[in-house]
């Protein structure tokens, strides 16, 4: 398994600002993700964030909107960019250790938007 | 393309009795799949899996989900529920291909004493 630590775990933010949330994990992990889950939703995958290369976004989201780094193999942030009440949501980082079949979650950081 | 369907948006049964969370898949070539819980305010947490092998696949907290090919199922089980099971369960799958997982829309379960 993994323990996953994400920072901020909740948020109260103002219309059209941005806010980086950061996720650290206690092993090296090739590939990591952030999941978006919205009030009363399932989880839908935003991207993959391979160390080295670019994120690569799912359809629906662009980096312009939630931009992402992934510095070293344990650590990543998403930003969430220019945001309104429609952002608010959980946001969660997700590791694959050691290239696993399992996929382990953070606690989430719950944003909300006024 | 690969889906998940979770029909029961609430489960309801009484502690003590058990309990069935059902979960419904569409993949491309062999699934794997996985259930994970949602207490309150948290994060999610991972419960089971199965990639290959044995279909009944045993997992955390005394959950049990049976990969039933035929019918394109993995429904989650416990054969006695406990008031601290209620949550939210969501099933998901990925084929072989790749990482990502798609998930159901989530079945809250409500256990009573």
């Known amino acids: 398994s993994a323990v996953i630590s994400q920072k901020p775990s909740r948020d109260i933010c103002q219309r059209g600002t941005s806010l980086t949330i950061q996720c650290q994990v206690d092993?090296?992990?090739?590939?990591m993700f952030w999941y978006r889950q919205q009030p009363g939703q399932s989880l839908t995958l935003i991207a993959t964030?391979?160390?080295?290369?670019?994120?690569?976004?799912e359809s629906g989201f662009v980096i312009d909107k939630f931009p992402i780094s992934r510095p070293n193999l344990t650590f990543s942030t998403l930003t969430v960019s220019n945001m309104s009440p429609e952002d608010s949501s959980i946001y969660l980082c997700?590791?694959?250790?050691?290239?696993?079949?399992?996929?382990?979650f953070g606690e989430g950081s719950w944003l909300t938007v006024v | 393309a690969q889906s998940v369907a979770q029909p029961e948006d609430q489960v309801n049964v009484a502690e003590g009795n058990p309990l069935t969370v059902k979960c419904t898949y569409s993949v491309s070539g062999n699934p794997y799949l996985f259930w994970y819980v949602q207490y309150p305010n948290r994060g999610l947490q991972f419960l089971l899996k199965y990639i290959t092998g044995d279909n009944l696949v045993k997992g955390s907290y005394g959950f049990e989900a049976e990969f039933n090919k035929s019918q394109t199922s993995f429904h989650l089980k416990k054969p006695s529920a406990l008031v601290s099971d209620s949550a939210l369960y969501f099933c998901?799958?990925?084929?072989?291909?790749?990482?990502?997982?798609?998930f159901g829309k989530g079945t809250s379960l409500l256990v009573t004493p």
């Open positions: 998901a799958v990925r084929d072989n291909s790749g990482y990502a997982l798609n």
């Open positions: 092993s090296q992990v090739t590939m």
């Open positions: 997700s590791v694959s250790p050691g290239g696993g079949n399992t996929i382990y």
């Open positions: 964030a391979n160390q080295g290369s670019e994120a690569t976004y």
